[in-house]
């Protein structure tokens, strides 16, 4: 691209995005507000000590982690009678996995059979939200712009039951990114959608390239039928992720799923089941994912379960086996695996501080396989010595408020039942 | 919209709206306006095969008036212009619909032929038309294969008798780590025979090399680990390299070219990205271990430079979707030295991705017409690949345009050698192979018809060709699965 045509680029993009910013304040003008909802603030947090092993790691045997992973802390704040939100959220993985967790298939921005950390800034985004409230039409809208999430996919994992985070992660959902995103619902039917920036981070404390804002785009549908169910169906394009600078290929991504949280048997039954296919390079790789994962939860006790079948694309190793070339050099792979893996768990939930802190201590099993699909030189059994393995976690996972917390949706478009963490307890 | 609204906005605005209100009152308004000159296009016969000596089906052209109907009476000359063969008749006048036609008679041996058609009136440009006679051409496999079984082969040079072949270890086979430069001795025949193999520890991957001209010399790029650099291995002993100078380069060198220019020999090599470089080494000191950076151009980070042809004091660059870059490095055309490298032309080959190139001096035309570019898709290496050969007309250095590209399905292009005299084009083509390509005469569109030959030296599974090298008569070429093959040339 000329340079006065990439700065023209740069300059509409950044336009773009401070525009979408702009707007969300002329709406929230516009809102009236009443008088009985006060301004808000709400911290929350979580941390999971916890230590992992994996058999095998890269170039064979096993290996044995403790760590503090997914340390998080989260101010969410309203204004306006709830109109304007606030949600920051801190990451400090980059200080406390600074070099990724174990996880077997675990990849993304350039870690391989490793957790990468997640930017300190993971969120950062003011939402504008039922903006139509008394103009009398049965619509709900909301409009977000900041550092955060894609509408696209499913929860993030940290928010999810199981503690391990799913080979899918980069095929589930978009995140730490510079969104605009308009959110409407219409009875039981949400649609999102988002412009946002195509480039992954290169580390916790990479920023989103605003030049790059709008070069990429996201739009999920999400009906919800009856109490506690969701269907939703997403799709994205995403312009080179993974060459910052906007030389690679796009990706294509599909994703479906059924969700279902409510309250059965005198607890709580929450399930996933969702299917994604992210298509690179107009087609030359296709990664696919199935996913089904549940937990039951009464009494304070939880187990869980998850079965996922998911695509790892291969990329040249470093001599750190953990750890990919970054930048790309070229746009090809080594090979794809596919990883094939049973989780069971089991963890048990104590509340302290008045209900505010949950202390759960979890134990947590990972059977599987992996084998080559696609071609390329990378062949599993030969990396790792085998093409079966297994890993054992036991931690506890500490939340302050966060418990039931959906990260990844804004605009408060879902059910409140499905947003307990939204609809909590508010103090200023 | 109404997020930002700005003098520039409003301009654009103003003018797009006014654009679509004068394209929407001028369509059919008027049937004034400035009158268009007559064209004259090619309708069919372009890129023929048949058997030494066979008449083609004709070849095709049409007059059409600036209104765009037929133009019929028009005089249309034809002429073989390139290549040997006949076209009949040397003349013919348009039809009712605007067409004049001949046919054209191949050469009695296999080769190229280009026919060009002239229309009269000064209608034009001329059109050409190539076609290509066809012999039973193959490539044999002669010598070599699967002797370098516990490494990934990557690039390859031979000179002297032997034979350079560096290895790729971004993923491990059974080798270990390090990078190795295999050396292999040519026998009478040409077979490649292993005779050493040196170890550069602290390298992932020797992704380049190269034999000086005087033959004292073996130049390698290394990337990955902490020994990424270029380095410099006397030949005193050809069959036993050893390293006599090392230049550390951060983030490493992916290729390096060397071209001696006023008196001196340099390296010309590409950085890898995240400050993907240009960078020029003064080599001419390397006796005494001494190599001198003397310049680095910066590349834009669009995955950066990936490889470098320099001839005659000219540097093409190819610079992945930003194209191919093309520097004076002491020409002499802008004044640029190899210290301070002066670009005179660029051009973006359609779907970028440029990785490689060749500048074709034609010796019988005398013709230094075109730039060959390979384009490296996406793959999944060891069994996929894509990308085409794209051609590049360089008359002009300033103003560089594709003219002409080549499609394998399902295999992508790597490096390049061109058989100059003969004219001929070798490329490798990964999981495709090894190709040969009739590049004689006017290259124009798509240049299937001019494909001589193909192998998969390894067989189905085992092959992966990196590069290709034409020496002592015999093609060989490196393959990152099945090491070094021995070829006779079709």
């Known amino acids: 691209m000329p340079d006065a045509k990439r700065a023209l680029w740069k300059s509409r993009s950044e336009g773009r995005f401070s525009g979408l910013a702009a707007l969300v304040l002329l709406l929230l003008v516009r809102t009236p507000a009443t008088a009985q909802a006060a301004p808000w603030i709400m911290l929350m947090g979580q941390g999971i000590p916890s230590t992992t092993s994996v058999n095998p790691v890269p170039g064979g045997g096993s290996l044995t982690e403790v760590r503090l992973v997914q340390p998080v802390l989260m101010l969410q704040a309203a204004a306006l009678a709830d109109h304007l939100t606030f949600t920051g959220t801190a990451n400090l993985e980059g200080l406390t996995i600074p070099n990724g967790e174990l996880l077997p298939g675990g990849w993304g921005e350039g870690f391989y059979d490793r957790r990468h950390p997640h930017t300190y800034a993971h969120e950062l985004l003011v939402t504008g939200q039922d903006l139509l409230r008394g103009t009398g039409l049965p619509l709900r809208l909301s409009l977000s712009a900041g550092k955060g999430f894609a509408p696209f996919g499913s929860d993030d994992p940290m928010s999810r039951p199981v503690f391990r985070y799913p080979v899918n992660h980069h095929l589930a959902q978009i995140l730490e990114r510079a969104v605009g995103i308009v959110g409407i619902r219409a009875g039981p039917v949400v649609l999102e959608g988002g412009l946002f920036n195509g480039d992954e981070p290169t580390g916790p404390g990479s920023w989103p390239r605003l030049s790059r804002f709008g070069d990429s785009w996201s739009a999920r549908l999400t009906l919800l039928p009856a109490a506690g169910l969701e269907l939703s169906a997403s799709r994205a394009k995403v312009h080179s992720p993974e060459s910052p600078s906007g030389a690679g290929p796009d990706d294509w991504k599909w994703h479906a799923a059924a969700r279902l949280d409510r309250r059965v048997l005198g607890g709580r039954l929450y399930a996933l089941t969702e299917w994604a296919r992210t298509s690179e390079a107009n087609g030359f790789f296709v990664l696919r994912s199935l996913l089904a994962e549940a937990s039951f939860d009464v009494g304070g006790h939880r187990p869980y379960y998850r079965f996922e079948q998911s695509d790892r694309p291969e990329d040249e190793r470093t001599t750190d086996p953990f750890r990919a070339v970054r930048p790309h050099l070229e746009n090809s792979i080594v090979g794809i695996t596919r990883f094939t893996l049973h989780t069971l768990g089991y963890g048990y939930g104590w509340p302290a501080a008045r209900g505010r802190l949950e202390i759960r201590p979890f134990v947590e099993g990972t059977l599987g396989h992996m084998r080559s699909v696609g071609g390329g030189i990378f062949q599993p059994g030969v990396f790792y010595g085998k093409s079966s393995l297994a890993s054992v976690a036991l931690g506890v996972r500490l939340s302050w408020r966060m418990a039931g917390h959906r990260m990844g949706r804004y605009g408060r478009l879902l059910d409140e039942e499905a947003m307990p963490a939204m609809s909590g307890p508010m103090e200023m | ?490």
């Open chain 2, 1 to 490: 919209m109404f997020l930002r609204v700005s003098s520039g906005n409003l301009r654009s605005f103003l003018r797009l709206s006014l654009t679509g209100l004068l394209v929407g009152c001028g369509a059919g308004a008027s049937p004034s306006g400035p009158t268009q000159a007559p064209r004259f296009v090619r309708q069919s016969g372009d890129g023929q095969t048949g058997q030494p000596g066979a008449t083609l089906p004709p070849y095709q052209v049409q007059v059409l008036s600036g209104s765009g109907s037929p133009e019929a009476g028009v005089m249309v000359h034809w002429t073989v212009t390139c290549g040997q063969g006949s076209v009949a008749p040397d003349s013919s006048l348009t039809d009712a619909s605007g067409i004049a036609t001949a046919a054209a008679t191949l050469p009695s041996a296999p080769g190229a032929q280009t026919v060009t058609a002239s229309a009269a009136n000064g209608i034009g440009p001329a059109l050409t038309f190539s076609s290509r006679a066809a012999g039973v051409d193959s490539f044999a496999v002669l010598g070599g294969g699967n002797n370098v079984p516990e490494r990934y082969s990557s690039d390859f040079w031979v000179a002297g008798g032997y034979a350079y072949t560096g290895t790729w270890n971004w993923i491990q086979r059974t080798g270990g780590v390090g990078g190795a430069i295999k050396v292999f001795q040519l026998g009478g025949d040409g077979a490649p025979t292993l005779v050493d193999s040196v170890l550069l520890t602290n390298v992932t991957t020797v992704s380049d090399l190269q034999v000086s001209p005087d033959g004292q010399w073996l130049v390698a790029t290394a990337e990955g680990n902490t020994g990424e650099g270029l380095y410099a291995l006397s030949l005193s002993d050809p069959a036993a390299p050893t390293q006599v100078a090392f230049a550390p380069v951060a983030a490493g060198l992916h290729t390096g070219t060397l071209s001696e220019i006023g008196g001196k020999l340099y390296a010309f090599t590409a950085k890898n990205p995240g400050n993907p470089a240009l960078v020029v080494f003064d080599l001419s000191e390397v006796a005494t271990g001494t190599i001198t950076q003397v310049s680095s151009t910066p590349i834009p980070p669009n995955y950066g430079i990936h490889d470098t042809f320099v001839r005659d004091g000219i540097c093409f660059a190819m610079v992945w979707n930003e194209g191919v870059y093309i520097f004076d490095v002491g020409n002499g055309v802008a004044g640029g030295s190899p210290g301070h490298p002066v670009m005179i032309g660029s051009v973006k080959t359609s779907g970028g991705e440029a990785h490689n190139g060749w500048w074709f001096w034609n010796p019988a035309t005398g013709e230094k017409r075109y730039f060959f570019v390979g384009q490296e898709g996406p793959g999944a290496v060891g069994t996929s690949s894509s990308g085409d050969i794209h051609v590049l007309d360089v008359t002009d250095l300033t103003q560089p345009k594709e003219v002409a590209s080549y499609h394998m399905n399902g295999a992508g292009t790597h490096n390049f050698w061109l058989d100059e005299p003969n004219q001929r084009l070798y490329a490798a083509y990964y999981n495709g192979g090894v190709i040969a390509l009739d590049v004689a005469c006017t290259l124009e569109g798509d240049l299937g018809f001019r494909e001589i030959a193909r192998v998969r030296p390894g067989g189905s599974g085992n092959t992966y060709v990196w590069g290709v090298m034409l020496s002592g008569g015999f093609l060989y070429a490196i393959d990152m699965l099945s090491g070094l093959w021995q070829l006779s040339t079709p």
